[in-house]
């Protein structure tokens, strides 16, 4: 016969029930903000980019002596890829970049991200400097 010793304890179906029940309530206090800090990195990403669009500009107008081409999103201006890093795409997964050449006097251009997500391009302009603006799915960044 098999004796049980008073002293042994076992894990109860109840007592797996309430730790599981304790962890979900943590994760779900956690999600939010866990969702607001992927936003804000997806919007450094894409500020980032931006930023390097923002050089290449400069330094294209620097040995041209002339701003680039207005060309429509998603398209890089002739001659500005030279400037930019090896490898980088104004197309990318959440967003497409628009160099803007808007000419006039004072000479105006920027760049503008193009995004369907309304959190990420929001987000982006907030941490952006100003000029900045936004119209329907552009947000946009006044450069020069």
């Known amino acids: 016969m098999i004796e049980r010793t008073k002293d042994r304890r076992e894990v109860t179906l109840i007592e797996l029930l309430v730790v599981v029940l304790i ?11 866990l969702s607001h800090l992927i936003v804000k990195a997806r919007a450094a990403d894409a500020i980032s980019d931006m930023q390097a669009v923002r050089m290449a500009v400069y330094n294209y107008q620097t040995d041209q002596q002339e701003w680039p081409d207005e060309m429509g ?69 006044v450069i020069e």
Do not use: C
Request: net charge negative; charged share 20%.
């Open 23 to 33: 962890i979900s309530i943590v994760a779900a206090l956690a999600q939010p903000r």
């Open 73 to 141: 999103p998603g398209i890089m201006p002739e001659g500005l890829d030279e400037h930019l890093p090896d490898g980088f795409n104004i197309l990318k997964e959440d967003f497409t970049l628009d160099f803007e050449n808007w000419g006039g006097s004072p000479y105006m251009i920027g760049v503008a991200l193009i995004t369907s997500d309304p959190t990420l391009g929001l987000t982006a302009l907030e941490m952006l400097a100003s000029p900045k603006w936004t119209l329907g799915d552009k947000y946009t960044w």
